[in-house]
């Protein structure tokens, strides 16, 4: 069995031990399901908390004995991906709700203040022109808006604060899930690698790459401008707005049009060389896994989040439901952003592996052949994962 294989076998086995570990500890009462929490699962609203928890608790275990299977040779092709379906059906609609958009959404817009300063301070360091027309300018503005919105600030920070502690039980499942998601949807790939059917549907995927991530880069948009509305005297999908969540609903759009521009950074040079501006990296090559990973983990996010989201706004009027798919478009976001995250990866195993145009130009035909022919996918992962990554 190949190295990565191995890896991603023994990671979601990990995971999936790890989740049920925490679904027995709300089984015996030892710690407070999040299950009972309104709204944190199809299944729970269906038939209740108590049957969410054993669903949960099942199919972890049943995860962990397939992962020892697959790891001990046991378990072939099919039951590894018969396995991967099962982990993503359960985990990903039964058992989901509209918690993991949320907390990805505001674990991003809370990173983003050290970002913004950052990306400034490098631009002060690395650009002489930019430095007094941007840099400068922007950590003034941060420096003093900072200081006129202490109190302001101060409230965003008891209200996260107190909304991690209170929400922690909901947190710990929802990272702890999407991980686990990530790693058998890779376990899945991985088992599918190889065969005609899936060479032929990522040289398709190759070829529209462009495409296809232009159409995900839309997706954050509609949220990003919304919440910049909260900058206006018509803020849109809020009301009654004080200066703390005008700030916050700023973080938020913040988030959002990082993740529109770190999308076409897949198809972008800057998605495989680190440009200059970056300390310590600049002219080096982007390892594939420090673009696939967190755009997998997003697209699953995405993925996990489409169904309770339709189900939520199919409960609102028919205005306010088309309001709010368009506003949060999971559903056709995170399909998209998978599509271009396995298109970065392909692009980036053939390119890097010698081959010249991978099929995004005219000469598409022969990419199979022209892009390591004989050379298994799960071989060329193995090296980008030895000699790109420190």
């Known amino acids: 069995m190949p190295r990565l294989t191995r890896a991603t076998l023994i990671g979601a086995t990990v995971?999936?031990?790890?989740?049920?570990?925490?679904?027995?500890?709300?089984?015996?009462?030892?710690?407070?399901?999040?299950?009972?929490?309104?709204?944190?699962?199809?299944?729970?609203?269906?038939?209740?908390?108590?049957?969410?928890?054993?669903?949960?608790?099942?199919?972890?275990?049943?995860?962990?004995?397939?992962?020892?299977?697959?790891?001990?040779?046991?378990?072939?092709?099919?039951?590894?991906?018969?396995?991967?379906?099962?982990?993503?059906?359960?985990?990903?609609?039964?058992?989901?709700?509209?918690?993991?958009?949320?907390?990805?959404?505001?674990?991003?817009?809370?990173?983003?203040?050290?970002?913004?300063?950052?990306?400034?301070?490098?631009?002060?360091?690395?650009y002489p022109v930019a430095r007094w027309t941007v840099g400068v300018p922007g950590l003034v503005v941060l420096l003093v808006g900072g200081f006129l919105a202490r109190d302001a600030l101060g409230g965003i920070l008891r209200m996260l604060g107190s909304g991690l502690a209170e929400q922690r039980a909901g947190l710990l499942l929802t990272l702890l899930v999407l991980v686990t998601g990530t790693l058998?949807?890779?376990?899945?790939?991985?088992?599918?690698?190889?065969?005609?059917?899936?060479?032929?549907?990522?040289?398709?995927?190759?070829?529209?790459?462009?495409?296809?991530?232009?159409?995900?880069?839309?997706?954050p948009l509609p949220y990003a401008l919304i919440r910049l509305t909260w900058l206006t005297p018509w803020p849109q999908l809020g009301f009654d707005l004080d200066l703390s969540t005008r700030i916050w609903g700023l973080t938020l759009s913040s988030g959002a049009w990082l993740g529109f521009f770190l999308t076409l950074g897949l198809i972008r040079p800057w998605g495989e060389m680190f440009p200059r501006w970056m300390p310590g990296l600049a002219g080096r090559r982007v390892p594939i896994a420090a673009a696939a990973v967190p755009g997998g983990l997003i697209a699953v996010t995405l993925i996990f989040s489409t169904v309770p989201m339709l189900v939520l706004f199919s409960g609102q009027g028919l205005v306010e439901g088309i309001v709010g798919a368009i506003a949060f478009p999971c559903w056709y976001w995170g399909p998209a952003l998978a599509l271009a995250v396995w298109g970065y990866v392909a692009h980036r195993l053939r390119s890097d592996g010698g081959s010249g145009d991978d099929g995004d130009g005219d000469g598409g035909a022969d990419i199979a052949h022209r892009a390591g022919a004989g050379r298994p996918a799960e071989a060329l992962a193995g090296r980008w994962l030895r000699d790109d990554l420190p």
């Open 15 to 126: 995971a999936s031990g790890v989740t049920a570990l925490l679904g027995l500890t709300w089984l015996l009462g030892l710690w407070p399901s999040p299950y009972t929490v309104p709204g944190a699962a199809l299944l729970a609203g269906l038939a209740g908390p108590d049957a969410a928890v054993v669903t949960h608790v099942v199919t972890a275990l049943t995860a962990v004995a397939a992962g020892i299977a697959a790891l001990a040779g046991a378990l072939g092709t099919r039951g590894r991906v018969a396995a991967a379906v099962l982990q993503l059906v359960v985990f990903g609609v039964v058992l989901q709700g509209t918690g993991p958009l949320s907390t990805m959404g505001y674990l991003v817009a809370m990173a983003m203040p050290l970002a913004v300063v950052v990306l400034l301070v490098q631009v002060v360091r690395r």
């Open 184 to 219: 058998w949807a890779a376990v899945g790939v991985q088992a599918l690698a190889g065969t005609p059917a899936v060479d032929r549907a990522t040289d398709w995927v190759v070829r529209h790459r462009k495409a296809i991530t232009i159409v995900a880069a839309t997706g």
